[in-house]
C-alpha cells in the first residue's frame, strides 16, 4: 500500500493545546488572528489555549504569553498569524521548544510573485524541513474538526460526520462548512491549506486514508507538488473511500489567478484529464457539484445503471429536463407498456405523458396516486434512478399538495436499499421571498432526511450522473483487474 | 421585408370582448375553464366577457350564454376549453358568428401519438384554413397582454414593458411572467401556442416586427413548420430587435418528449446549430439565460468588446470565477500597469490580488474605496465589462458593507452610457433562510434599478457573453454587408 504514514499527522489533528502567535490585544470581528482564539472558544475546544503577544498579560480571558519558549507546557498546534518577515523566528522557537504541528495563517510568500515573498517560502520551507515540521500553509485558514472541537474558520458544527475537505482556499473551505450544513452534511475533518508549501493535498489524503472517521474525501485544489504520487495514491484511497475532486485553474485566466493565489503551478488540462481517467476521482466544478456528488454518495443506494426515470409536471419542462438530462450523459428511457397501462388509470391522456419524463400533474397533486407512482416507477426494470421534479409556486393548495409529496417521498426513500435511487429537484422561477423561503423550508427538510435534494434538474442530472460513473468506473476497475490477472496466468501457463 | 401581416393579427391582441366556450359552473382554484374567466375579471379586462355554457344563465356573476350564436354582440376573442372532439363544431360557429380570433385550449390532439389526435388536429387545421381563423393553439394557454389587461395565465402584471415572448409551453410562459417580474422585466405580450398548428412562431414574430411596444423578442420553441421561412425573418428582425430563441428538444430524449408535448418535429441539432448562425438570434438553454441576456439587452450600454475585470473577494473564488468566465468564452485580461499602481495604494500586498480578477476585500467594505476602485476599472483601457462579484454572509457588520457596496454600485450604473456595461453577481453558498432572503432583497433592489444580477459569476458570464455576442453578430453583418455590395458592384463593373 501507497498509505504508510497514518499516524505522522495524527497529532495535528488531536492536539492537547494550542498556541497563537500574533494574537492583537483588540479581538476584531473579522480577521487578524485573535479570530483563532475566539473560534477555538466559542466551539469549546477542550484544552489549553496559549495567546502569545509581547505587550499583553491577559488576552480574551486568557493568560498571554510573550513567547512560545515562556509557555510552561508542550504545544500541540502552534497557529501563527505574525507578518510575513517575522514568520522564521517564531519557526525557529517552535523546532527550539520541540512542537512540530504548525498552522501558518500568514500571507505573502510565493503567491505574491514577488523576489522577497518567493524568499520567504524557500526559507520557511527550509526550517519545516530540518525540524521535520507538520506545517499546513502558508497563507491559510487551517483545521476544522468538529470531533476535537478544533475550529479555526467555517460554520460552528452542529456534530461530526464521516466527509472530509481538503482546500487550497480558505474562503472555499468556510463557504463549504457553511454550505453543507444546511445540506446536513457533515464533516470529519477540513483542511484549509493554502500555498501547500511543506504538506499538501497528497500528504492529507494519506493520513484521510488511514482514518477511520473519514469514508468520503472532497478536494478543491489549485497545484499539486508531486503529481506522480498524487495520481497513485487517489487511485488507491478512490476504491475504498470516493474522491471528488475541484480542479482550480483549468483556464489560462484561471491558471493566472492560481499564481496570484497559492503561487501554485496549475497545470495543463489535458494532464489534469488523464488524472481523473486514470484514478476515477469524481470531477466537481463548483461546491454546489461537489455537495451534490456527496449527499448522492453518503444517502443513496448503489445505482444498476445510468436510466433515470423524470417525474414532472408541465410538457416544456419536461422537453427542458429530458435534455438537460441527456446533455449530463443520463437517459431517459420510454417506460415499459406495463407502467404505462397502469399509469394511464390515473393519468389523462390530454395535457400529460406517461413516455418519460413522467408529466403527471393529478399524480403530484395526490398522495395516494404519488404513493402509487413511486411504485410503478421503482418497479420498472427500464429505470435505474428517479428523480422527482416539482416546481414550489405560491398557491396554498399547491403548498398542501407539495407537503404530501413530500412526505411520500420521504417514506419511499426510507426503505433505502429496497428502493431505487431517488432525488429531488426543488425549483421555483420566482425571486420572491416568501415563496423561496418556503422552497428552502421544504429542501431542508428532505436533506435532514437524507434526500438528495437540488435547486433544478440540471444540477440533479450532473450530480447524479458523476455519482453513477464512480460506480461504473470501480466495476469496470474490478473487471480490468480480473482480466488483467487471467492475462498474467495465461503467458506464465505457455512458459511451464 | 419580409414583414407584410403587421395587421392581421392586430385584433387577435386588442379584442373588444371574449367569449369562454366551456366554462364548468363551478369554478376550481387550477385548471378548468373557468380559469381564463377569472384572470380576465382580476386584471380588469375593460370589455365584456361572455361564459358559453348550455346548462347555467350566470357563471361567475356573469350572464351566460348557450352558445357562441346566443352572443348579441361580436365577439373578438373565443376561448375554446371543450373537449377535444367537441372543437370542430365550435369551431364552425365561430365561422357563422364572424369571430376569427381563437384560443385554443384543449389538448388531446397530435400531441397524443394516436390516431384519433392526429386526426382532429388535422380537422381544426381544415376549419381554421376556410374560415381564415387566427388561431391560437391547440393545447395552450393563450394571450397575456398587460396594457390591454388581457390576461389567460400568470402573474398579474405591474404594468406593460417592451419584451415580447413566445412560448410553446404554457407552463413555461407561466413561469417566465413570475420569475420575470421579480427581475423587473415587463412585458408587451407574451404567447402561449402550443401545438401550434395553425399560428406558428413565424405569424407571431411577424406581427411583433412592426410592433412598437416590442422591442426585445424572446422564445421557447419545440418545432417550427417553415424552418426557411423563419430563418429569413428571424435574421431580418433581429438586426431591429434582438431575438433571444431558447429551443426545447435539441437531445434525442428532448426529441422524444416534443413530440408528447406539443406533437412537433423537434428538428436535427445541427439544423438548428445553423440557424443559430445563419441569423445571430441569441441562443437560450433556460429561462435564467433568457432573463439575464434580457435584462442586459434592455439595461446595459452597447459593449466595445468581451474583456471583462472581475472584481471580488477571495482568492479562490477568483480562480473558479476566471474558470468560469473563460469557459464562457469572456476574457479576463490583466489589468494595466496604473490601474494596479493605484489600486495597490489600498489593496494590501498580502492576501489580495490586484491583477484580474481582482481580490481585494478591503475595496469591498468601504464604499468611498468601492467607488474608487469602480473609478479606476471604468477607466482602464483593457477592460469593456465589469462585473462585481459578493457573496452575501451571515455577519451583521458584512450586511452594512454590503449596502454601501450596493449604493455605489447603483450609483455608478446611473451614469448609463458614460460608464462601462456592469453586472452584479450576488451568491450565497448557503440554504439559510435568513440569509437568502437578504440575498433576494438586495437582488431586486438592483433589478428595481436596472443593474443586470445574477445568482453566480457562472450565470453572469454567461449571460454577458451571449449578449456581447450578439453585437459581434450585429457590427460583421454590417461589415460583411457593404463587402457583400462591394463584391456585387465589382463583377457588374467588369462586365460594363
Redesign the interface.
Known amino acids: 500500500s501507497l498509505v504508510m504514514q497514518e499516524s505522522r499527522l495524527a497529532g495535528l489533528f488531536n492536539p492537547e493545546s494550542v498556541a497563537v502567535v500574533g494574537v492583537s490585544r483588540v479581538a476584531q ?2 480577521g487578524g488572528t485573535a479570530q483563532f482564539v475566539m473560534r477555538l472558544q466559542a466551539a469549546g475546544f477542550p484544552g489549553p489555549i496559549y495567546p502569545i503577544n509581547p505587550q499583553a498579560s491577559t488576552i480574551l480571558g486568557l493568560k498571554a504569553y510573550p513567547n512560545l519558549r515562556a509557555v510552561p507546557q508542550p504545544v500541540g498546534l502552534v497557529i501563527i498569524g505574525v507578518p ?1 518577515p517575522d514568520v522564521p523566528p517564531v519557526l525557529e522557537e517552535c523546532l527550539q521548544i520541540g512542537a512540530t504541528n504548525v498552522h501558518l495563517y ?3 510568500f510565493k ?2 510573485g ?1 523576489k522577497e515573498g518567493i524568499r520567504l517560502e524557500k526559507q520557511i520551507k527550509d526550517i519545516a524541513a530540518r525540524g521535520r515540521l507538520n506545517l499546513v500553509g502558508p ?1 491559510c485558514m487551517g483545521l476544522y474538526v468538529p470531533a476535537k472541537k478544533l475550529i479555526s474558520f467555517g460554520a460552528l458544527p452542529e456534530g461530526s460526520g464521516n466527509v472530509a475537505f481538503l ?6 473551505a468556510e ?2 462548512s ?2 453543507a ?3 446536513d452534511i457533515r464533516f470529519s475533518k477540513i483542511v484549509s491549506f493554502g500555498n501547500g508549501c511543506v504538506l499538501d493535498a497528497t500528504d492529507f489524503l494519506e493520513y484521510l486514508a488511514g482514518d477511520p472517521e473519514t469514508r468520503i474525501v472532497g478536494m ?1 485544489l ?1 497545484g499539486i507538488k508531486d503529481g506522480r504520487r498524487f495520481t497513485a495514491l487517489v487511485r488507491e484511497v478512490n476504491r475504498r473511500k470516493p474522491v471528488v475532486v475541484w480542479k ?7 491558471s ?3 499564481s ?3 503561487g501554485s503551478l496549475a497545470g495543463a488540462e489535458a494532464v489534469w484529464n488523464a488524472f481523473f481517467e486514470q484514478t476515477g476521482a469524481i470531477q466537481a466544478g ?3 457539484e461537489m455537495a451534490g456528488v456527496t449527499k448522492s454518495l453518503l444517502h443513496l443506494p448503489p445505482p444498476r445503471g445510468r436510466r433515470l426515470a423524470l417525474w414532472g ?11 438537460a ?3 449530463e450523459g443520463l ?2 428511457p ?1 417506460l415499459r407498456r406495463r407502467t404505462r397501462q397502469e399509469l394511464q388509470s390515473y393519468v389523462p ?3 400529460s ?1 406517461v ?1 418519460n ?1 413522467l ?1 403527471a400533474t393529478t399524480s403530484l397533486r395526490d398522495s395516494e396516486l404519488a404513493g402509487r407512482t413511486l411504485h410503478l416507477l421503482n418497479r420498472d426494470s427500464s429505470v435505474d434512478l428517479i428523480v422527482v421534479n416539482r ?1 414550489v409556486g405560491n ?1 396554498p ?2 403548498q398542501e399538495h407539495l407537503k404530501g409529496l413530500i412526505d411520500e417521498v420521504i417514506g419511499f426513500c426510507r426503505q433505502n436499499h429496497k428502493v431505487k435511487p431517488l432525488a429531488v429537484a426543488l425549483g421555483s ?5 416568501p415563496q ?2 418556503r422552497r ?2 421544504l ?2 427538510q428532505l ?1 435532514r432526511a437524507g434526500v438528495p435534494v437540488f435547486d433544478s434538474v ?1 444540477l440533479a442530472a450532473r450530480a447524479l450522473s458523476k455519482w453513477v460513473g464512480y460506480y461504473e468506473f470501480q466495476r469496470l476497475q474490478r473487471g480490468a483487474g480480473l482480466l488483467g490477472q487471467a492475462r498474467l496466468r495465461h503467458p506464465s501457463r505457455v512458459a511451464s
Open positions: 470581528p473579522t510575513a500568514t500571507a505573502g503567491e505574491t514577488r497563507n482546500s487550497q482556499s480558505g474562503g472555499l463557504d463549504y457553511q454550505y450544513r444546511s445540506l478543491y489549485e482550480g485553474g483549468l483556464t489560462a485566466s484561471g493566472r489567478a492560481v496570484s493565489h497559492t463548483s461546491l454546489v409536471s408541465g410538457g416544456g419542462s419536461s422537453v427542458a429536463l429530458a435534455d438530462c441527456a446533455r437517459e431517459v420510454v391522456i390530454a395535457g405523458s413516455r419524463p408529466d416546481n398557491h393548495e399547491e422561477p420566482s425571486q420572491d421571498i423561496q423561503s428552502l423550508a429542501s431542508n436533506a440540471e
